[in-house]
């Protein structure tokens, strides 16, 4: 039955796009999950699709079909159901790393015993869990089959964090080099046991986010879903308030709200989430670039400015998207054509109604009947005679314009983000160092290589420094060193550029007790940066209930008081 309604979905031209990349994402969690990876799909669609519908539905009921309206509501539903979907998806993904933690402990358990590791992978895969027993299949085969480069480098890529790149890359190495003792001490065995702890550590991490976020992505929706209700009961206690919430002024206040908590609500996500982007590659981009003169005319723009988008492209490779700079520009210039037509639209319909909102009626003394109604005729002659001006096109080319440069601004964001996990790199890459650094025979270029392999912020700086090498020789690894700013990475290019006067061993003599250091600057680091995100999230979080409660509440009313209060003096005069 699931399976059924799988292809269903994924057949279907707008559901496919979202069915796939949460089936790969699956994949990612389950490889070689058959069958199981399609059914995990179909539940959580399910479930995301219940709540958006149950949303939709209640919005709709309480609020009406207009246009204007309808684009608010469509756009929550749309971050109700990446919250469900990001929240499963996370759950996923914690679970796995606990298995993964008790797997690690079985590795190192059966590893005491015989010292091979693909065998204790083999062990401890008997009596693994679902879901990390599939990864431990897919970790004992590529040790045990093809040391391909590119096996290798799969295996990286698709591994669902950096902790099973790290694992992989520890076991392959005690295979092709063996393990060594040091101070009376394994090096694989030691290695494990702060990868366990690394682990650990991110599960506690984890869960205190999700304790600190507890709500707020609710609390930050929570107002579009006020709105309706309190213009019903506003105008059941002053009828008179129906020209304001039925008029361009609610139309726009209810714009806003929405905006507001969209905006709010992928902050928060964004703070509160770090699962990988469900990027693809994508078709549709594709099919519109084989069009002769659309890609003609990207060409062009990059012919035109070849030094600026050569630099767009390689912030999109450090930010780790997947597409490459033309799929960018051509997605650019849809959401901004998209944005400005929607703009257009919604000024469009806020003029239509302001051209049909009837004359208010309101109960006067008869003194002031005649300053009422002359009133009320002129405000109603003004709202006919709006038309579509200057600065409405103004604002819909503003709103081109953020859209436009909405993906630009993200890529640097995602770039920063991932600067930002520069220290956790450097603490990967010193696990791997202890390890090689006492094997006989090991060299700068071989160290490299295996660094390489699951580098992310660093991996342009080796790669060009690898190639380098060749041909420059030591002298690659000074222009490596200028290359980076980050003191941590600085102190390993030294240690590197050392391995020409010293024995590698000695050349990183200090480098167990370094990353004992950044480990606990990162704990406390990551404690830290949790309680921000979480001031923040709670800071912003309100920030739509206060719109909502200005300009559905307060503005109203006061605004209302005081339109009366000019009537009855005017009436008195």
């Known amino acids: 039955m699931k399976s059924s309604l799988y292809h269903f979905l994924e057949s279907n031209p707008l559901t496919s796009g979202y069915t796939v990349r949460i089936r790969k994402r699956m994949e990612i969690y389950r490889p070689n999950g058959g069958r199981e990876n399609l059914d995990r799909t179909v539940d959580i669609l399910l479930a995301a699709w219940a709540g958006s519908g149950a949303a939709f539905a209640f919005l709709v009921y309480f609020g009406g079909l207009s246009f204007a309206y309808l684009c608010g509501v469509i756009c929550i539903l749309f971050a109700v159901n990446m919250n469900e979907v990001y929240r499963r998806l996370e759950k996923e993904e914690i679970k796995l790393l606990k298995q993964f933690e008790k797997f690690i402990a079985d590795v190192r358990f ?143 206040t209810t714009l806003a709200i929405c905006g507001a908590s969209l905006g709010v609500c992928f902050t928060i996500h964004k703070l509160r989430y770090e699962t990988r982007p469900l990027y693809r590659e994508s078709r549709t981009l594709n099919r519109i670039l084989g069009i002769r003169s659309i890609n003609s005319w990207i060409t062009g723009r990059i012919n035109r400015n070849y030094a600026r988008y050569k630099k767009w492209s390689e912030d999109l490779k450090e930010a780790g998207q997947v597409e490459n700079i033309k799929e960018f520009m051509l997605r650019q210039a849809l959401l901004g054509a998209a944005a400005f037509v929607l703009t257009v639209l919604l000024i469009a319909d806020i003029q239509q109604t302001g051209r049909h909102q009837k004359a208010p009626e309101m109960e006067v003394p008869y003194e002031a009947a005649a300053a009422v109604e002359e009133t009320a005729i002129e405000s109603f002659a003004e709202d006919r005679e709006i038309t579509f001006r200057w600065y409405d096109l103004l604002a819909a080319a503003a709103a081109g314009a953020a ?171």
Request: charged share 25%; net charge negative.
């Open 110 to 252: 059966h590893f005491g015993f015989h010292g091979i590791a693909e065998e204790s992978v083999l062990e401890a895969l008997e009596d693994a869990e679902r879901e990390i027993g599939l990864h431990a299949e897919v970790i004992y085969r590529r040790l045990t089959e093809s040391r391909e480069e590119k096996d290798k480098e799969n295996a990286m890529q698709n591994a669902p964090n950096h902790y099973f790149g790290t694992f992989y890359l520890l076991c392959e190495t005690v295979m092709k080099y063996g393990d060594r003792k040091v101070d009376g001490k394994s090096l694989f065995l030691t290695n494990l046991s702060c990868l366990k702890q690394e682990i650990n550590m991110e599960v506690l991490r984890r869960r205190k986010l999700e304790h600190l976020f507890s709500g707020l992505i609710g609390i930050s929706l929570m107002p579009v879903f006020a709105i309706k209700p309190l213009e019903k009961w506003a105008v059941g206690n002053m009828g008179e308030m129906s020209a304001y919430y039925e008029g361009k002024m609610g139309i726009i």
């Open 403 to 573: 859209a436009y440069w909405w993906p630009w601004f993200w890529v640097q964001i995602r770039k920063r983000m991932l600067m930002m996990e520069r220290e956790q790199e450097v603490i990967r890459f010193q696990a791997v160092i202890i390890v090689l650094m006492h094997m006989d025979g090991m060299s700068v270029e071989v160290m490299l290589s295996h660094l390489e392999e699951f580098a992310m912020a660093f991996r342009n700086t080796i790669a060009k420094t690898l190639d380098a090498m060749d041909y420059e020789g030591m002298a690659a690894l000074e222009k490596m060193r200028e290359r980076e700013s980050f003191m941590p990475f600085i102190r390993l290019a030294d240690a590197f550029i050392a391995c020409d006067r010293l024995p590698v061993h000695e050349a990183f003599d200090e480098i167990a007790s370094d990353r004992n250091y950044y480990l606990e600057k990162y704990r406390q680091e990551s404690e830290s940066l949790a309680m921000d995100k979480a001031a923040v999230g709670r800071v912003i979080g309100f920030i739509p209930m206060y719109i909502t409660i200005g300009c559905k509440l307060v503005i109203p009313f006061v605004l209302e008081g005081l339109n009366k209060l000019s009537v009855y003096a005017g009436g008195i005069r």
